[in-house]
């Protein structure tokens, strides 16, 4: 089946550094993919939707300078959080839509981020 | 505003008896409405859409969209039913979903 990779699974950075975390989709293409966070127990919080070639587009509150998407391929997203703080500790996911499989929609492993 | 209400934190059934987990939504327009697992370290997975009426590992939702419901409905419980269980809304085709805030299903033996 479909497959939405994230790397890495997990990472610990310092406070003032900047972090890139991949999202993959393995054997489609996804014009589309979106990031979310989750805190330990808590929902998945829409961050933004990556759109290949394009810029992507913000949910509200969420700060564009500080959490970078780049969609340079169509299976290919990262997320870059710049300047990391330890607030920004948290579970990133990314997710794809697989438009002709009635718009399935596939999760990565999610990706641990601490910052320290 | 498009929101999804999951009431119950943590729902702790014994093996075998019947579960259901509670999820109501709100939205202007038609949804697509989806359940969603994550099992222990695992990535989210998809359980059940409503357009598509199945029963997945014997779990079951039906959209009442008078009550503008969708619980997740299982007769007998089982210890690898335990995980948690989120409900989610999406407002178009392009896979966007808005999730509730999750239920934690516990299982005991």
């Known amino acids: 089946g479909a497959v939405v990779s994230q790397h890495p699974s997990w990472v610990i950075c310092k406070s003032g550094t900047s972090v890139k975390i991949e999202c993959r989709s393995l054997d489609f293409q996804a014009t589309t993919m979106f990031w979310y966070r989750q805190f330990p127990k808590q929902s998945l919080m829409l961050m933004a939707t990556s759109n290949e070639g394009s810029k992507a587009t913000y949910e509200q509150g969420v700060e564009k300078d500080k959490f970078l998407i780049n969609h340079a391929s169509l299976t290919l997203s990262t997320l870059t959080v710049t300047s990391a703080h330890p607030e920004d500790s948290s579970f990133y996911i990314c997710?794809?839509?697989?438009?002709?499989?009635?718009?399935?929609?596939?999760f990565g492993e999610g990706s641990w981020l601490t910052v320290v | 505003a498009q929101r999804v209400t999951q009431p119950e934190k943590l729902l702790s059934v014994f093996k075998g008896a019947p579960v259901e987990l509670k999820c109501n939504y709100s939205?202007?327009?038609?949804?697509?409405l989806f359940w969603y697992v994550q099992y222990s370290r695992q990535r989210l997975q998809l359980l059940l859409r409503h357009i598509s009426r199945e029963s997945i590992k014997g779990f079951t939702a039906d959209l009442n969209k008078g009550e503008t419901s969708f619980h997740l409905k299982k007769p007998f419980a089982q210890e690898e039913d335990s995980a948690m269980y989120y409900c989610?809304?999406?407002?178009?085709?392009?896979?966007?979903?808005?999730f509730g805030q999750g239920t934690e299903l516990s299982v005991k033996p």
């Open positions: 989610a809304l999406s407002r178009n085709q392009g896979g966007k979903l808005i």
């Open positions: 939205y202007s327009g038609s949804p697509e």
């Open positions: 997710s794809a839509s697989r438009s002709y499989s009635g718009n399935t929609i596939y």
